[in-house]
């Protein structure tokens, strides 16, 4: 029997698996997802003071659409011999999608390094956890100021005195100028110091030196900058972007038998961008690449990966939060009209479970426009 393999659980890897499920439909098709974990971790939902609710069990989405799920970490891709190696276990595949996402940049060098926090994964946001739970007029070093960092920022505002380090002159400088008067006036409301123009050159037990000298009180440092994709994809291409991604082309396929999806994905979302390493692209992407493994094996028609339109979503934790729509990141709605948005965004990214027949119709969902106004909770929600 024809066999597609999925390498990833996130949510490139599980709409991957859900996508290739519905181009099977009743045909004879072996549909294997090779992931260590037992739960899709919605990561971003990590900055927030419960990441437990960020976890989604993958049981309960794959065994209702018969895929199987192999817990185990993949090491090597022979794309020569059509097969990859999982903990030691060889597992042949006739297509395969890699969908292995990306990880946080971890700093080269930097003296006490190992006391650093993240929340780039679930682990990493328990630790964070229960670092400061329970602790009063805590300090905490959220290092990066670009999309995680400042939702980690005006979050851990809520439960302790942050300072906020960027390399950048700007805070949100990778979100450019149109939400910069928001960001800032949101940090100002919070109280969330900045040190821009700087970052974190040693973490020492409860303090924090900066490249300016200062040496600052820290009970926890947030480490929050750059994210790149996984190393699986050099045993895919020579050729890889500047996050490590692979170059695809639109029906999202690098190789004869192999495609990619997520944030491992150097995909076209437009005639003059790329797609960005987010759930926004993450979720179309596996449907489209998982589809299209399993069509290129049925003899059925492919599918091209159209994105809708890009937006922005970002929590900016007491003082609610902003929406963006485009490139240029025209701001829609702030404040609370844009905390409406965000919550009610991280509410639709939790994929349906249990039920295979709403699993598969929104795995044929494969361009979603978030819809503006009226406010969330007037609107139908779309599936996936």
Same mark, same amino acid.
């Given at each position: 029997?024809?066999? @597609? *393999?999925?390498? &990833?659980? =996130? %949510?490139? #890897?599980?709409?991957? +698996?859900?996508?290739? /499920?519905?181009?099977?439909?009743?045909?004879?098709?072996?549909?294997?997802?090779?992931?260590?974990?037992?739960?899709?971790?919605?990561?971003?939902?990590?900055?927030?003071?419960?990441?437990?609710?960020?976890?989604?069990?993958?049981?309960?989405?794959?065994?209702?659409?018969?895929?199987?799920?192999?817990?185990?970490?993949?090491?090597?891709?022979?794309?020569?011999?059509?097969?990859?190696?999982?903990?030691?276990?060889?597992?042949?595949?006739?297509?395969?999608?890699?969908?292995?996402?990306?990880?946080?940049?971890?700093?080269?060098?930097?003296?006490?390094?190992?006391?650093?926090?993240?929340?780039?994964?679930?682990?990493?946001?328990?630790?964070?956890?229960?670092?400061?739970?329970?602790?009063?007029?805590?300090? @905490? *070093?959220?290092? &990066?100021? =670009? %999309?995680? #960092?400042?939702?980690? +920022?005006?979050?851990? /505002?809520?439960?302790?005195?942050?300072?906020?380090?960027?390399?950048?002159?700007?805070?949100?400088?990778?979100?450019?100028?149109?939400?910069?008067?928001?960001?800032?006036?949101?940090?100002?409301?919070?109280?969330?110091?900045?040190?821009?123009?700087?970052?974190?050159?040693?973490?020492?037990?409860?303090?924090?030196?900066?490249?300016?000298?200062?040496?600052?009180?820290?009970?926890?440092?947030?480490?929050?900058?750059?994210?790149?994709?996984?190393?699986?994809?050099?045993?895919?291409?020579?050729?890889?972007?500047?996050?490590?991604?692979?170059?695809?082309?639109?029906?999202?396929?690098?190789?004869?038998?192999?495609?990619?999806?997520?944030?491992?994905?150097?995909?076209?979302?437009?005639?003059?961008?790329?797609?960005?390493?987010?759930?926004?692209?993450?979720?179309?992407?596996?449907?489209? +690449?998982?589809?299209? /493994?399993?069509?290129?094996?049925?003899?059925?028609?492919?599918?091209?990966?159209?994105?809708?339109?890009?937006?922005?979503?970002?929590?900016?934790?007491?003082?609610?939060?902003?929406?963006?729509?485009?490139?240029?990141?025209?701001?829609?709605?702030?404040?609370?009209?844009?905390?409406?948005?965000?919550?009610?965004?991280?509410?639709?990214?939790?994929?349906?479970?249990?039920?295979?027949?709403?699993?598969?119709?929104?795995?044929?969902?494969?361009?979603?426009?978030?819809?503006?106004?009226?406010?969330?909770?007037?609107?139908?929600?779309?599936?996936?």
């Amino acid at each position: 029997m024809a066999h @597609v *393999v999925i390498i &990833g659980g =996130g %949510f490139a #890897g599980v709409w991957s +698996a859900a996508g290739a /499920a519905l181009a099977r439909g009743d045909a004879e098709l072996r549909i294997t997802l090779v992931a260590p974990n037992d739960h899709l971790v919605l990561r971003p939902r990590l900055y927030e003071p419960e990441p437990e609710s960020a976890a989604v069990e993958l049981a309960r989405f794959l065994g209702p659409i018969g895929v199987e799920h192999v817990r185990a970490s993949v090491s090597t891709i022979d794309t020569a011999r059509r097969m990859v190696v999982a903990d030691g276990r060889e597992i042949g595949y006739d297509r395969l999608v890699l969908a292995a996402g990306s990880g946080l940049v971890r700093p080269g060098g930097l003296p006490g390094a190992e006391r650093l926090f993240d929340i780039d994964t679930l682990d990493g946001a328990r630790r964070l956890t229960e670092r400061l739970r329970g602790r009063e007029d805590s300090s @905490v *070093v959220v290092v &990066g100021a =670009g %999309f995680v #960092g400042l939702e980690a +920022a005006t979050a851990l /505002a809520a439960r302790a005195r942050v300072l906020l380090v960027d390399r950048s002159r700007t805070a949100g400088s990778p979100l450019g100028p149109g939400p910069r008067e928001e960001i800032e006036s949101a940090l100002d409301e919070l109280g969330v110091e900045r040190r821009l123009g700087t970052t974190v050159t040693e973490v020492g037990d409860g303090y924090a030196v900066l490249s300016d000298g200062a040496r600052v009180e820290a009970d926890a440092v947030v480490w929050c900058v750059g994210m790149r994709a996984s190393e699986l994809t050099r045993q895919i291409s020579d050729t890889l972007d500047h996050l490590g991604r692979v170059p695809v082309d639109r029906r999202l396929r690098a190789l004869p038998e192999v495609f990619v999806a997520g944030d491992a994905a150097a995909a076209a979302a437009d005639a003059e961008h790329q797609v960005t390493q987010s759930c926004q692209h993450a979720i179309p992407l596996g449907r489209v +690449a998982g589809y299209n /493994a399993a069509a290129d094996l049925l003899g059925k028609e492919p599918r091209d990966f159209v994105p809708g339109p890009y937006v922005t979503c970002l929590d900016l934790g007491g003082a609610g939060g902003l929406f963006t729509r485009g490139w240029d990141r025209a701001v829609l709605a702030s404040g609370a009209d844009g905390a409406a948005v965000k919550k009610w965004i991280n509410e639709v990214i939790h994929p349906p479970v249990d039920d295979a027949s709403e699993i598969l119709a929104a795995a044929d969902q494969i361009r979603v426009e978030i819809p503006f106004f009226p406010l969330p909770e007037e609107r139908p929600t779309p599936a996936g």
